[in-house]
């Protein structure tokens, strides 16, 4: 449990686990406490406002049994502090002398060596330690290392000199905050221990308390905000943004406000701005007030946006608010979250609603056996239209959760569709029909571990070589866990049958007894109830596409991490389209093969669960449908016209079939809207001029998917109506050119692959070059997020932090520890190595903050650096820099880019002076977690085998790396490590015709072998190289350059390569 909302709380006492038997995990218990006999009446006297406060479960780090624990009571708040128990007894006179602050350890122990001649246990020689378990080993007995010999004295020197405890601290925070970990985890005895077994250089007073994290993440959040002002100031689009509510389990509340926006460089950020505490009741004012205060903290007053909700009654309120406040019309600004209503629209098609009338439904239906397809169908529409508009579905309460996870205790044995339909029939069969029974199941299993085993023994029996698999339980406030529900349902339905027989025949064997018949039995499905949820399944798979299409995927890269807004009409048309063949027996299902098939729902199907699964169906589409209709902002279209690759032509396709959009009037209207936005605002803004960079993009299979349900969807149509829409084109093209609106609106879509997944990517390349004015519009547009997935993100983070065991933690450091992705990875690493570059060469240096992994995977951080090779040439004159007089750079990862732009400068013809190459990664294939043991068959690097389990630099780093820079598909990755150069540049095809290379290689670094190998496959290609070995350095020596600590082979590292690019660019021309 944290807490830090005394200045005198520490941490938890242990368990009783921690009293082991063990030597090591006494080691560093006090085994004794001064006596607090001592402190008489005189005592007190010369600590005036001193009192005790010893408590033993709080004294368990080794210096306690040489001080004694006081509270000094001037203090506001009262500090705890130690006072040395053989000074204070020995009367010395300067008290500061021998009274510490308790959190400040290292002045303790400190006063303890310098005073005392007492030192940490852990630097204490009670023998060999190799092998012994010991808390800290000592290098010189880890590496055998003789003292005597001068190379081994070197290395342990620069050892020693190599570990910054500054940086452990930094580390540190980031793990414990990216995976919401207790900051008093580092209190504990065994993970200190852990950290001194794992890292010889490493003091137990250079370990950080929780209170020293905690600060450390106060100040490292207070740098961050200039940084991030500054970034949202300079934004090329409008800041859009996404807000909502929640409640952990603790009854703690948060609101969190994210960011949506692309910078200068054209890079797509989402930033958490804050995550405050709501003291108050949850509504729109209380909202409001929050959101403008962080928007009048951040000054965005003058560059707001759009604003993403859900469609909760209080958004509705807090955007009146926002909107007298700010002056922006409401309804323009305000998208609805295109998840959160498809979830509304599944929900009713699923579970209902209390408000729908079902005996008015049937009343206007009727239920005549004879009446045709036809005619049923038109009298459902009818029907279902009439019912009254149903806004939103309210929480479930707290009894409607407890009745949904209670197993009922009537008899269902077969519960039957209901002869005639009415809401107490309907309720009664989602409650005990197919879906109720597998609900049912899963409670079962959860609340009986025989019925579990019994569960996983009919997996065994029924499917021997196949996986055994957990149940999925769903919950009734998301329509996909009974979409995950269905799908394991029916992945194990004769386990399912099989867990049943095997209950029912141990029942018989038992006597058979109908007072002792199993609940569960009363589950059996049906062959009928099991083609009803075989049926729903289908139904829903195009609702799980369109979701995580519209919600994003939370990483970032080149598209948006909410989703796509540009896709919003194509996925709601498509899946309108899909409801209603739905409700006539048919879907369109795509094959391995991509191919578009029709499938028929209700083959085998009795007329009564056909003429229930209908009333669902059209339930959903009616839901689906209201909210459609209330997407009447602008700014649904303009993200549409602004795709290059879609425009009009796209709208025109959708709503080709619609008799409401077949005429011109739709057109005219939007046109006119997007035309004064267009002069009112863009059409004569200044701009800065761009410059022309064209880059690559990849594909994405879900939005292919959309497509080509809708392209065979339109094959159905019939050929007058895409008569009328081409006469339309026709007429359209005819337009007057007068403005870059019009030229754009003029010009046909774009034809190219990669601009149709990033539209801003065409922008950035082109039409910022072409259209500058517009490009600001269109990226104003283009940036606003579908969805309000990145605040669920936040807040699910946000529960893993917010624990029953962490009720304590004050709020504002839950705040700081989520917003702090602001901080940790960029520019800091490498700026002092820059700098004195900068200085000792007499050139230019950029520093590139590519985005990095886990939420910026391979190739993201390769294609950033080349995108900022291209624009520091292309924008040499405003830098002052020679454009033919450019080389490039990096360390580590930065060495494996850097040989991966050396082929594409050769590739475009761009003239590159030097590839500078310092410990580069150039083959990782060792590192595949597929490779059990690395022997000289399966790694030919003698330097990988050598040193794979050394402690600055071993196997498992990179492997760690790899995993964050790639992905954690172990199958994947061999692949890629396999089969792509750009990612191992040593299987490259071609060598010849590459930029000067100079090589650097550290002598104790596992990859200096393939650094040198890249080195020789440049020279036998042709191309001028220099490799040059630092004897005595591990990997990362050239970042040891401080001026008092640094290491002597890093300095001569950086005059070497000082002289060197002096060279290189003084003689470049």
């Known amino acids: 449990m944290d807490s830090f909302d005394e ?56 210096w306690w049994q040489f001080g004694f624990r006081m509270k000094d009571n001037r203090s506001q708040p009262h500090k705890i502090v130690w006072i040395c128990e053989r000074c204070f007894l020995r009367n010395r006179l300067k008290t500061t002398h ?50 005597t010999n001068p190379r081994d004295q070197s290395l342990l020197s620069n050892l020693h000199s190599l570990f910054d405890p500054a940086v452990n601290q930094l580390l540190l925070l980031d793990w414990l905050t990216y995976h919401n970990l207790p900051f008093n985890l580092v209190n504990s005895e065994r993970f200190r221990r852990l950290l001194l077994y794992n890292n010889p250089s490493l003091q137990e007073e250079q370990i950080p308390s929780d209170r020293t994290l905690v600060n450390l993440l106060t100040n490292e959040y207070n740098r961050a905000r200039g940084p991030v002002h500054v ?72 560059r707001i946006g759009y604003y993403t909700l859900d469609n909760a009654t209080n958004n509705d309120t807090a955007m009146e608010a926002l909107a007298a406040e700010f002056d922006f019309d409401k309804d323009e600004r305000r998208i609805r979250c295109a998840p959160h209503f498809l979830n509304l629209a599944v929900r009713a098609m699923m579970y209902g609603s209390k408000r729908d009338n079902f005996d008015e439904l049937l009343a206007h239906w009727g239920d005549k056996d004879f009446m045709t397809e036809e005619d049923e169908q038109r009298q459902l529409s009818d029907a279902i239209n009439e019912l009254g508009t149903d806004d939103d579905f309210g929480t479930p309460s707290m009894e409607e959760d407890l009745e949904l996870e209670t197993a009922p205790e009537q008899s269902q044995d077969q519960c039957q569709v209901p002869e005639i339909i009415n809401a107490e029939k309907v309720d009664k069969y989602r409650k005990f029909g197919p879906f109720g029974k597998l609900h049912n199941i899963g409670i079962a299993l959860r609340m009986n571990s025989q019925l579990l085993e019994d569960f996983y023994e009919a997996q065994r029996q029924t499917a021997p070589t196949e996986p055994v698999l957990a149940w999925v339980q769903n919950v009734c406030t998301r329509w996909q866990s009974d979409e995950a529900m269905a799908s394991r349902a029916l992945l194990k339905r004769s386990a399912v049958n099989r867990m049943l027989s095997i209950i029912e025949e141990r029942w018989v064997s038992q006597g058979g007894k109908e007072q002792d018949r199993p609940a569960i039995l009363k589950e059996n499905l049906s062959l009928e109830e099991w083609k009803v949820v075989a049926t729903v399944q289908k139904i829903l798979q195009p609702f799980k596409v369109a979701s995580k299409q519209l919600q994003g995927e939370g990483i970032s890269g080149k598209r948006s991490t909410s989703g796509g807004f540009d896709e919003y009409f194509q996925v709601v048309e498509m899946l309108l389209d899909h409801l209603e063949l739905a409700v006539q027996g048919v879907i369109i299902e795509e094959n391995d093969d991509h191919i578009m098939e029709e499938v028929h729902l209700f083959d085998d199907m009795d007329a009564k669960t056909r003429k229930l699964l209908k009333i669902y169906i059209k339930l959903g589409w009616k839901k689906l449908n209201d909210y459609y209709g209330k997407l009447t902002s602008t700014a649904y279209v303009a993200a549409v016209v602004f795709h290059p690759c879609k425009k009009w032509r796209t709208l025109e396709q959708l709503w080709n079939q619609l008799p409401s959009r077949q005429t011109s009037e739709w057109r005219k209207t939007y046109e006119g809207n997007l035309t004064r936005v267009w002069e009112e605002k863009y059409k004569d803004m200044a701009h800065e001029v761009a410059c022309n960079a064209v880059s690559a993009s990849e594909s994405n299979s879900a939005l292919d998917y959309i497509e080509r349900r809708l392209a065979f969807s339109r094959s159905l149509v019939r050929p007058d109506s895409q008569e009328r829409q081409s006469k339309r084109r026709k007429q ?137 090779v291209k624009w520091t040439i292309d924008n040499a004159t405003e830098l002052n820099v020679n454009p033919k007089s450019v080389s490039f750079g990096g360390l580590s990862a930065g060495g494996h880019m850097t040989a991966v732009l050396g082929h594409f400068a050769r590739d475009e013809g761009i003239d590159i002076k030097l590839q500078l190459m310092i410990v580069p990664a150039t083959d990782m294939r060792y590192c595949s977690s597929k490779i059990k043991q690395l022997t000289a068959e399966n790694c030919p690097y003698e330097s990988v085998l050598q040193l794979k389990d050394v402690p600055w630099g071993p196997l498992g780093r990179e492997q760690w790396f790899l995993k964050y820079f790639v992905g954690e598909d172990a199958d994947e990755l061999e692949e890629k490590l396999n089969n792509e150069w750009i990612l191992t540049p040593v299987i490259a095809s071609n060598f010849k015709n590459l930029p000067r290379a100079h090589i650097v290689t550290a002598e104790f670094d596992l990859e200096r072998d393939e650094g040198e190998y890249y080195g020789k496959l440049l020279k036998d290609g042709g191309n001028e190289v220099t490799v040059k070995r630092y004897e005595g350095c591990p990997h990362a020596f050239a970042h040891y350059n401080h001026p008092e600590s640094g290491l002597a082979k890093s300095f001569e590292f950086i005059e070497d390569t000082a002289e060197l690019l002096r060279y290189v660019h003084e003689f470049s021309i």
Request: some cysteine; hydrophobic content about 40%.
């Open 732 to 868: 359209s093209a005819t337009l007057p050119v007068q403005d870059e609106l019009d030229q754009y609106l003029s010009e046909p879509p774009v034809d190219n692959i990669a601009y149709k997944v990033d539209p801003i990517a065409w922008w950035r390349d082109v039409g910022a070059v072409r259209f500058p004015r517009l490009s600001y519009m269109a990226v104003d547009f283009l940036t606003i997020a579908s969805s309000s997935a990145e605040t669920e993100r936040d807040f699910s983070s946000c529960g893993r932090m917010v624990t029953p065991l962490r009720c304590r933690l004050r709020r504002h450091i839950v705040a700081m520890a989520q917003c702090l992705p602001w901080v940790l990875g960029g520019l800091q690493s490498e700026a002092a190595w820059c700098r004195h570059m900068c200085n000792k060469a007499a050139i230019k240096v950029i520093d590139v903050d590519y985005r990095m992994g886990p939420e910026c995977r391979y190739p993201t951080a390769i294609y950033d650096c080349w995108d900022a």
């Open 98 to 147: 021998y009274v510490f602050i308790a959190s400040t350890a290292g002045g303790i122990v400190r006063h303890l060596s310098r005073e005392h001649k007492v030192v940490p246990p852990s630097r204490q020689r009670t023998g060999p330690v190799s092998g012994n378990g010991g808390a800290q080993r000592n290098l010189l007995d880890m590496l055998h290392a003789d003292p």
């Open 231 to 302: 970034l949202l100031q300079k934004a090329r689009s409008m800041i859009h943004f996404t807000f909502d509510g929640w409640t952990s389990r603790q009854n703690a509340s948060f609101l969190g406000i994210n960011a949506h926006f692309v910078d200068r460089d054209w890079k797509q950020w989402r930033i958490l701005l804050a995550l405050p505490a709501l003291r108050n009741r949850h509504t729109g004012a209380a909202l409001a007030d929050e959101v403008a205060d962080t928007i009048c903290a951040f000054g965005l007053q003058d």
């Open 7 to 62: 200045e005198d709380a520490a941490s938890t006492p242990p368990p009783p686990s921690e009293l082991s038997t063990s030597s090591a995990s006494t080691k560093y218990a006090p085994s004794r406490f001064p006596d607090y006999e001592a402190w008489t009446i005189d005592k007190f006297e010369r600590f005036p406002g001193f009192t005790i406060c010893h408590d033993p479960s709080r004294e368990r780090t080794w």
